[in-house]
Nanobody, 120 residues
Framework: QLQASGGGLVQAGGSLRLSCAASGRTFSSYATGWFRQAPGKERKFVAAISWSGVSTYYADSVKGRFTISRDNAKNTAYLQMNSLKPEDTAVYYC???????????????WGQGTQVTVSS
């Protein structure tokens, strides 16, 4: 089970850190991905990290602004979001799968979303 948290309302240029807490002992063997979905739009890939944390992947729209990380000892993955823009406004979801991928269809486990709203 995955639990996403850390969303909120922030002004453009601000920062937020999202957390994805997992229950169960196998989290450290799963890759973690973050996706986002704006109203009326399809869910889109944001970032992913391998189970070891060695490999990370980002959507072009967030490269240089967002950083994905994980702490397997805490069964938690993070998404640090800096220099936020109004177009980053969406519900953010975390997901887990044995293999890091940019496709939402590949992920086996999903958390509930957390709302991120960036005001201009």
């Amino acid at each position: 089970q995955l639990q996403a948290s850390g969303g909120g309302l922030v002004q453009a240029g601000g920062s937020l850190r999202l957390s994805c807490a997992a229950s169960g002992r196998t989290f450290s063997s799963y890759a973690t991905g973050w996706f986002r979905q704006a109203p009326g739009k399809e869910r889109k890939f944001v970032a992913a990290i391998s189970w070891s944390g060695v490999s990370t992947y980002y959507a072009d729209s967030v490269k240089g602004r967002f950083t994905i990380s994980r702490d397997n000892a805490k069964n938690t993955a993070y998404l640090q979001m800096n220099s936020l823009k109004p177009e980053d406004t969406a519900v953010y979801y975390c997901a887990a799968d044995p293999t890091p991928t940019t496709s939402s269809y590949e992920y086996e486990y999903w958390g509930q979303g957390t709302q991120v709203t960036v005001s201009s």
